[in-house]
């Protein structure tokens, strides 16, 4: 058993610690934003370009890119430094919003959303791998509960933002915004951020990475058949399954012989860090993937205009920053992760449920209630994954488990984006058809539902609360299944500062007590 002391933090003084720490805060507030601004916009986006079947693309796409790119981020954070990795994840983000600002149809849109997941999976890899070599892992734990006043300040404003800028300004300068701010933040760490030179030669795995994201790519277009090839089962998502079996087995082979893999196999004997994936995925599936089907799920059953509805928002947000300071606090007293996972997931399925008998009519402030325990949940767990698996895997694949984690989390959005829209596609092709002054229930925008007489308006909205119903269904059932796992989870203790870390060689410290 080999004894390893954890590297020396990156940055020593205090003072300059905590400026770098709100750049990185900065670019967080910058990523999480873009999801949360454009989620109040998007019927609006809707209204002017149509194509409201891909409605769920605009984020879909974002997030398949995203976790395309992210075990890639991560192997070229632990090669060759973080530093410059970060900055050019952030300039392609930047890029890629001031050509989304610039689109003139919903494909291009959507392919500008791309680019600009190929920049924020790297910004949001490079932002936890970067704590990491400023922090020790208790202290971590305190200072990623102060992530999450980004988070508040980002989901507060994100919906009411995106909303108001959409109706004041036209929904361009939603992206916009992001540019000004990728500027402030690439600026800052260039002066501030220091750069550490790993002591090992760069060998790139391509063959792994190139496969890796092959398989992403084949089980999100697979779960999204229905949209694209009109079944879910068809010819042509039975063979984008196969390619992704197919390159997914592959993966496994090359990765074992890889010098460098994008993702170690031996991480994956730890039962520690592969439960850690599974909540983190169902975490991304519950959380950032509801995001936009909670806003049209507002807009559409309680007739709140996008404004209004994002400011529905600020209650989950704020359940969200309670949750995660005092999960991050106790961690960091304690040691101990588990119990916020366990208490994390059993209130998302008790939100998930209730929300699931909302009808149109329901009181406001009922569907605010559970948007605020459903937020706690979330925010509860917001930081186990990333911390249990930084803890569990060796100092060397810090950026390939950190990696790994929101890999799992964005894949399990972009997955469940994809399963939502087809769901929502089904139900509404059901019970849609016979709404008087309503030629296609899928075409409705948010004014255009404003418009319409008092019986059909409550008949669109018992309509959309049909077919929403088994949409929270599923995700009740997302959030048991990460129950189950965060049970399963070994009560492991983080180390105190200047502890030592034990364990075998790319293996986790607890697998080897």
């Not at 790119?69 to 890629?96: C, E, H, N, Q, S």
Request: hydrophobic share 50%.
């Amino acid at each position: 058993m080999d004894m390893q002391l954890a590297p020396a933090p990156l940055v020593t003084d205090p003072r300059r610690r905590l400026i770098l720490f709100f750049f990185l805060m900065t670019a967080m507030f910058m990523a999480t934003l873009d999801n949360q601004i454009v989620s109040t916009a998007l019927p609006t986006i809707v209204g002017e370009f149509g194509h409201l079947d891909r409605f769920g693309w605009v984020g879909s796409a974002y997030l398949l890119a995203l976790s395309a790119v992210m075990p890639l981020y991560g192997k070229l954070g632990d090669l060759f430094g973080r530093k410059y990795v970060m900055m050019t994840a952030i300039a392609i983000f930047t890029v890629g919003s001031t050509v989304c600002g610039l689109a003139v149809s919903m494909n291009t849109l959507i392919a500008a959303r791309v680019l600009q997941g190929f920049g924020g999976g790297g910004i949001m890899v490079s932002i936890f791998a970067v704590n990491a070599d400023l922090f020790e892992p208790r202290e971590r734990a305190r200072y990623q509960s102060y992530s999450s006043l980004v988070l508040m300040a980002s989901g507060a404003i994100g919906p009411v933002l995106g909303g108001t800028m959409s109706d004041l300004f036209g929904w361009r300068s939603i992206f916009l915004v992001n540019v000004p701010i990728g500027f402030i933040v690439l600026t800052g760490l260039a002066f501030m951020l220091p750069y550490r030179k790993p002591h090992r030669r760069p060998k790139i795995d391509y063959a792994g990475a190139l496969l890796l994201a092959l398989t992403t790519t084949s089980i999100v277009l697979a779960t999204d058949s229905s949209e694209l090839f009109g079944a879910l089962i068809s010819p042509q998502s039975i063979g984008i399954a196969a390619v992704g079996v197919i390159c997914a087995i592959a993966w496994v082979f090359v990765e074992r012989r890889a010098p460098e893999p994008i993702v170690p196999l031996p991480l994956f004997r730890n039962s520690t860090f592969s439960l850690l994936l599974v909540i983190s995925i169902m975490g991304g599936a519950i959380a950032i993937g509801m995001v936009n089907y909670l806003a049209l799920f507002l807009q559409t059953t309680t007739g709140l205009s996008p404004s209004g509805a994002g400011l529905l928002f600020i209650l989950l947000t704020g359940g969200l920053v309670c949750g995660s300071l005092n999960a991050g606090r106790i961690i960091s007293k304690t040691g101990r992760y588990k119990p916020f996972a366990i208490a994390s997931m059993t209130c998302s399925a008790i939100a998930f449920a209730l929300i699931s008998q909302v009808h149109a009519g329901t009181p406001i402030a009922f569907i605010g209630a559970i948007m605020l325990l459903h937020g706690i949940g979330i925010g509860l767990a917001q930081q186990v994954p990333v911390i249990g698996v930084q803890n569990a895997a060796p100092a060397r694949d810090v950026g390939v488990a950190t990696g790994s984690v929101t890999l799992s989390r964005m894949g399990g959005a972009s997955i469940a984006i994809s399963i939502y829209g087809a769901i929502i596609a089904s139900q509404l092709g059901r019970l849609g058809s016979s709404i008087s002054g309503v030629a296609n229930l899928e075409e409705l925008t948010p004014k255009m539902m404003a418009a319409l007489p008092e019986a059909s308006r409550q008949a669109v909205a018992n309509a959309y609360a049909s077919a929403f119903s088994p949409l929270f269904m599923t995700s009740c059932g997302i959030a048991l299944i990460g129950l189950v796992a965060a049970i399963m989870l070994k009560p492991v203790q983080l180390p105190r500062a200047g502890e030592h870390k034990t364990g075998r060689t790319n293996v986790a410290p607890e697998a080897a007590e």
